[in-house]
């Protein structure tokens, strides 16, 4: 199709929901605070298909609420104020699911919906529903969800259901057929047209209270907004979710449409920190050189950061200074393992040795560098993660300023989780097993450990070991950076992701107190 995003039989009345979030204060991920950019792009498609969009948007609206459900703690609007925001005549309500260990909560707030919409089409989207689709459909009264990438498959979807027509012919989704059986359409192939995809609708979400909060991906360095230069990654390492939800394609941008895009933010919104929340930005060295080129050249103040990580191959010197000169101030690597053995067992193609020259480029030219890590991969051993604990000790050791460290996690429908099930070590998908995909990343909790070597505990010590492991070598190379860290905390800017970190703690930790907790949900 020439032009994927017009042409539409049928006017509905649509509300999307982005529901409100799981928070622990010592898991670093659920801390963030951003305008949700997957459903800003579907809000935009339907939009200019002709639909009527409106938005409620549960962690944006109330992002200094907190209320316990089955003793987890959701940041956002409650079910019923949520419930209560979508308007009486809504023909369609779509909802949003990136994370797994999200379902225990969302499929009750898709209960509640249904209470008092019995008749609307209720769907769902996101990365949850597409490595669960049969799931997701077993569990909730939804009528569809949305497989991988959205925007024309939820154009396309509608189209049917306003015109009264079957869904079978429709690719990317499973949905609910008549006689109640679940029926799994073949999957799209990815958007060819990616410049033409309708930027996102920010303006049916609040800006302005977002960056109140404060609390963005990366470090925080003035007001901000997240964007998106590519879409996808070329590579299939086994744990990762992108593969299924992506595919293996990788596509960017015309570099010059992102630069415009950002210049449109400034001027709208004032915005001067982009958080680019790419799955790997930096693949082709020329496109990033371009990219920069075009920021020099139209004389932007502004800075940008890769909060989600990105590759290292494109990076030397040479590119790190042009980064620098354009406004890039952060981004991070993930090389998941600092044992060879494991990077090849993961299928994670990456050489250290290059990613640490890598890294010292981009430290050279000053930009902050960051590293992910990951220790309990079924391949796994204790040798294994000696060499991970001793690429963490060098991250310190070159001045990185980041390093996250996760347990590892089963995610839907990964080559590993299937591997797993084939193997009978996940029987079955219960809520325990969704809740360990919320914990893996929470430092401060007990992990469950996937791994014949290590129990829960221990690795859950491992994890905490290598997480002070690194701090401890961050501050003691540079004992002014405890200077840097109480003077961040005063202020309205953070140095690097890890000072950000920290304030993102205390700003939660210090509303949790303040506000009264309300016990919801069944």
Not at 7 to 24: A, N, T
Not at 123 to 128: I, K, R, T, V, Y
Not at 442 to 460: I, M, P, V
């Amino acid at each position: 199709m020439d032009e994927p995003f017009r042409g539409l039989v049928s006017r509905m009345k649509v509300c999307l929901i982005e529901p409100s979030k799981f928070v622990s204060l010592t898991n670093f991920v659920s801390t963030i605070s951003m305008p949700p950019i997957g459903l800003a792009y579907i809000a935009a498609s339907l939009r200019e298909a002709g639909h009527e969009v409106c938005v409620v948007d549960g962690p944006g609206s109330a992002p200094r609420n907190f209320f316990r459900f089955n003793e987890v703690r959701i940041r956002g609007l409650t079910n019923k104020e949520i419930v209560e925001r979508i308007p009486r005549d809504t023909e369609v309500i779509g909802l949003g699911c990136m994370f797994t260990s999200h379902w225990v909560y969302v499929r009750q707030l898709i209960q509640d919906i249904r209470k008092e919409f019995p008749d609307v089409f209720l769907l769902m989207g996101g990365e949850h529903v597409t490595g669960f689709p049969e799931l997701s459909l077993e569990n909730a009264p939804l009528d569809a969800v949305v497989l991988g990438e959205g925007e024309e498959t939820i154009v396309e979807l509608l189209k049917q259901v306003g015109s009264g027509q079957a869904l079978d012919a429709v690719d990317g989704i499973a949905f609910r057929a008549e006689e109640g059986a679940i029926r799994v359409n073949p999957r799209r192939q990815r958007i060819g047209h990616i410049d033409a995809i309708p930027r996102p609708a920010w303006d049916l979400f609040d800006i302005e209270k977002y960056n109140e909060v404060n609390q963005p991906h990366g470090a925080s360095q003035g007001k901000f907004m997240p964007m998106l230069a590519t879409r996808g990654c070329p590579f299939s390492c086994t744990f990762c979710t992108s593969p299924n939800m992506w595919t293996t394609e990788w596509t960017p941008r015309n570099h010059k449409l992102v630069v415009d895009e950002m210049q449109d933010y400034y001027q709208k919104y004032g915005v001067t920190d982009f958080q680019f929340e790419d799955l790997t930005a930096i693949v082709k060295k020329q496109w990033i050189a371009d990219f920069c080129d075009e920021i020099i050249a139209r004389g932007m103040k502004i800075t940008f950061q890769l909060p989600s990580g990105t590759r290292s191959e494109g990076i030397d010197y040479e590119i790190a200074k042009k980064l620098k000169a354009a406004g890039c101030h952060e981004f991070a690597f993930a090389p998941e393992s600092g044992d060879p053995r494991i990077l090849k067992a993961i299928k994670k193609k990456v050489h250290l040795p290059t990613m640490f020259e890598s890294a010292k480029a981009a430290l050279k030219a000053g930009i902050n560098v960051g590293c992910f890590f990951i220790i309990g991969f079924p391949e796994d051993d204790y040798k294994s993660v000696m060499r991970t604990y001793a690429a963490i000790v060098k991250c310190g050791m070159i001045g990185l300023t980041n390093v996250n460290l996760n347990a590892y996690s089963p995610q839907p429908n990964t080559e590993s989780f299937n591997q797993l099930r084939q193997d009978g070590v996940i029987t079955e998908l219960s809520d325990e097993y969704l809740m360990s995909l919320f914990t893996f990343q929470d430092f401060g909790a007990k992990k469950t450990s996937y791994n014949k070597h290590f129990s829960d505990w221990e690795l859950s010590f491992m994890v905490m070991f290598g997480v002070g492991l690194f701090y401890a070598v961050y501050f003691v190379r540079k004992p002014k950076r405890i200077v840097q860290l109480f003077t961040d905390l005063f202020s309205q800017s953070s140095s690097n992701k890890s000072t950000k970190m920290a304030k993102s703690f205390i700003k939660d930790a210090f509303t949790v107190m303040k506000n009264k907790l309300i016990r919801v949900g069944p």
